[in-house]
C-alpha cells in the first residue's frame, strides 16, 4: 500500500510520495496583495493597526508556512500589529476567532489574512458581517482556491486568493 502525504508530511513512518507546493512563497504573494489592499484603502500609506492572521492548525507544518510568508511581508511594516486565531481549517474556529479578535481591537483591525480563504474564508466573512461589518474593508487574502473560494472573490468579500501549482 503506497503511503501519500498531500501538503504536509507526518514524522517518521514510510511515505512514498509527498504531494505540495511553496507554501511560503505563495503566503508572500497573497501577504503582498494584502498590504497592497491596506494601502490602496489608506491613500497609498500602511497605518498604525492591526492585522487578524487567522491560521490552520498551530501545530501544523502547512500553517507554520503561510505564517512566515504573511511576516516576510508584514515585518517590513513595523507599525503592524499581527494577532493570530487558530481556525483549525474549518469555518465554525475561523468565524470565532475572526469575531473575538474583531471585538478586542475594533477600528484598529485594517484587514484579515486568512491562510486558506477557501476552507475559512466563510467564516471569516459572517463573523465580519455578524459585527456589522463590510468583508470588502478588510481585504481578506490568503492561498489555496478551491471552488469555496471563489463564491467571496466574485461577490467582492475576498480581495486575493493565490492560486499554486503542485511540486512533484
Not at 101 to 126: C, E
Request: glycine share 12%.
Amino acid at each position: 500500500i503506497l503511503v501519500i502525504a498531500l501538503d504536509t508530511s507526518p514524522e517518521g513512518g514510510k511515505v512514498d510520495y509527498f504531494i505540495s507546493f511553496d507554501i511560503e512563497q505563495s503566503s508572500k504573494k497573497a501577504a503582498e496583495a494584502f498590504v497592497q489592499g491596506i494601502k490602496d484603502r489608506n491613500g497609498g500609506v500602511v497605518p498604525s493597526g492591526v492585522v487578524i492572521e487567522i491560521t490552520g492548525a498551530l501545530g501544523d507544518m502547512f500553517t507554520q508556512s503561510c505564517t512566515k510568508g504573511l511576516r516576510a511581508v508584514t515585518d517590513q511594516y513595523p507599525q503592524l500589529k499581527v494577532v493570530q486565531g487558530e481556525g483549525k481549517w474549518n469555518d465554525v474556529d475561523s468565524h470565532e476567532r475572526t469575531s473575538d479578535l474583531l471585538t478586542r481591537y475594533g477600528k484598529d483591525v485594517l484587514g484579515v489574512y486568512v491562510h486558506t480563504p477557501d476552507i475559512m474564508g466563510p467564516g471569516a466573512v459572517s463573523a465580519i458581517e455578524a459585527a456589522g461589518l463590510d468583508p470588502k474593508d478588510f481585504g481578506i487574502a490568503g492561498i489555496c482556491i478551491g471552488p469555496e473560494g471563489l463564491e467571496p472573490i466574485n461577490q467582492g468579500k475576498a480581495l486575493a486568493i493565490v492560486e499554486q501549482p503542485a511540486f512533484d
